[in-house]
Structure formats: C-alpha cells, structure tokens
C-alpha cells in the first residue's frame, strides 16, 4: 500500500491551495490523501476551566471545514479527515503525518506579501524541524485544474554531502508518479560586481555538470532523466533562467545544519521559494521517506 499524503487544511485560499496540490500528488502516487485540522491542546487560558460547550463547538466547526474540504477534493481521490489536538499546529501536523506514515506533510501559503511562495508560522516551524518532508505549494494552485497530472520531477543537486538524499527521494517519486526526472544543479556566482569571476564562473559550470553526470549515471535505467545545469548571477537569476512545467515539482535537501532525520531550510531553497512557480518539497535529512511504502 502506497504511503498517504497528508494536507495541513485551514478554511482559506491557502488551504484550498494545499488541497490542490494534495490530490494532485495523491493521485500521481496511488495514495490516499488525509486532510487535518491541528486544534492547540492549550485552547484556554490557565486560569479558565476548560468549557466542555466550548471544546465541542470547536470540534464541531473543525468538521464543518473538513466537510468543505472534502467536497474540494471532489471524489478525485480517496480522503479522510481527522481533527488533531497538538501543542501548535505544526506539532500535531508532524505527529499526525508520523501516526499515519506519511510520505509527505503539504501546506498552503501565508497570506499577505510579496511573491508566490509565502512562508506563515505553521510552514516555517515544519521547515525547521519535521522528520517528514514538507510541500510548500505556491500561491494560486487552488486555481489550476484538479485533475492536472504530474508531469516532472525536478532534483536540485547540490555538490555537498547529502544529495544521494534527494535523488533517492526523486527518484522513488518519479518512478511511483510514472513520470520523468530531471536532475538540476545550480551554478551561480555571488560577489561584487568589481570580482573577475569569468575563471571562477568556468570552474563551478563545470563542477556542477560533473556532479549531475556522477547523480545521473547512478540512476534507474528504466527511469526517463535529463540533467539541467541553471547558470546565474544569483540563485533567483539561476532558478528564473530555467522552463518550469505548470505540473511538475521540485524537491530540495535540507540544510547541513539539519539535525538527523530533522527538515531545516537552507539558505539555498529558500532563496530558490523567492522565484520558484512550483511546489517545492523540502527533503529532511536522514532516510529517504518521500517514496511509498507497504
């Protein structure tokens, strides 16, 4: 049995986002999608007695959002909903996604702000510390066709210590989603503008291709790929030079700083989320646990 997709739902345009992109990994994957509502155990102060009238009619507004989400996946996949009572939300996500063996936690964007990718309190706490892989989806997504297939599976491969992580992760996707790979590395050179970097520019070009012929040759032979090396000034010049497809998704590593088997942004993706039209899933860092599962 394929390991379920579990979807952060809150009762706005993020979570309808979230639930958009949910089904659509969901269905790419042969995998039920789980939709929560986190409730924080500490729902009142200490100095107030918890109010029985009052926890059911929390309980009984979370189900009537869940009903709503429900009705948005619209029978495209098979869904179950759960009310979960956590310390914050991304707590109870984590644990949640945990319990159910989830192959990955998927959150809608923050409102307000500039840009597509938004991060809110919930996302960056998950980015920072979950042992599941997290989905940031885009502002909009909710907008694109439900029934839209995945068409790619995109990898940024870095050069240090790590990026067997995602490949595997990639790869498992991929294979699972029945689409093809394709592996990208990013060449960029950050310095003043008064640096000779032509020298430095040739060097890390050619490094980059080097590890994506290294990842590349240790793929599937069944697996369709093709390897990408995006060459900028900056990451978000690097990330805006390359075509992205309307139905792919990237997945990126975390950070050295990771914690075993712990997610945490690195300065890498999250300057890549600045310009990425795409979800983008944030691998932790320890075993594989984007593939699916018996």
């Known amino acids: 049995m394929t390991t379920p997709v579990v979807v952060g739902y809150t ?22 999608l789980h939709v929560v509502i ?9 100095i107030t007695p918890p109010s029985e009238g009052y926890e059911r ?3 009984e507004q979370a189900q009537k959002w869940l009903s709503e989400a429900v009705d948005l996946v619209d029978g495209a996949v ?15 996500l984590v644990e949640a996604a945990d319990s159910l063996h ?15 990718h938004r991060i809110g309190s919930t996302a960056s706490e998950l980015l920072h510390s979950s042992d599941v892989p997290v989905a940031i989806v ?3 997504t909710r907008k694109l066709d439900i029934d839209r297939p995945l068409t790619r599976v995109t990898a940024a491969i870095g050069t240090r210590a790590g990026a067997d992580l995602v490949r595997t992760d990639s790869v498992a996707l991929a294979a699972d989603a029945g689409v093809p790979l394709r592996l990208i590395s990013l ?8 640096f000779d970097t032509g020298a430095i520019r040739v060097a890390g070009f050619s490094h980059a291709e080097q590890v994506l012929a290294e990842a590349r040759a240790d793929l599937p032979k069944d697996l369709t790929s093709t390897v990408v090396v995006a060459a900028g000034d900056s990451i978000q010049d690097a990330v805006s030079g390359i075509e992205w497809d309307k139905g792919e998704v990237a997945l990126v590593g975390s950070s ?9 942004l690195g300065s890498t993706a999250a300057k890549m989320l600045h310009t990425l039209p795409v979800p983008m899933i944030v691998v932790p860092r320890g075993a594989p646990r984007t593939q699916g599962g018996h």
């Open 187 to 194: 060449a960029t050179i950050d310095l003043p503008a008064s």
């Open 102 to 116: 989830a192959r990955a936690i998927v959150v809608g964007p923050a409102s307000g702000g500039r840009g597509k």
């Open 256 to 264: 050295r700083l990771a914690q075993p088997q712990r997610l945490f």
């Open 57 to 59: 009619y929390l309980h």
């Open 11 to 32: 009762a706005t345009s993020s979570g309808h986002d979230a639930i958009a992109f949910g089904v659509r990994l969901a269905r790419a994957t042969g995998a039920d």
């Open 138 to 140: 885009p502002r909009g």
């Open 38 to 46: 986190v409730l924080p155990t500490e729902r009142r102060s200490v």
């Open 78 to 92: 098979t869904v179950t909903t759960h009310v979960w009572d956590g310390e914050s939300a991304a707590a109870g």
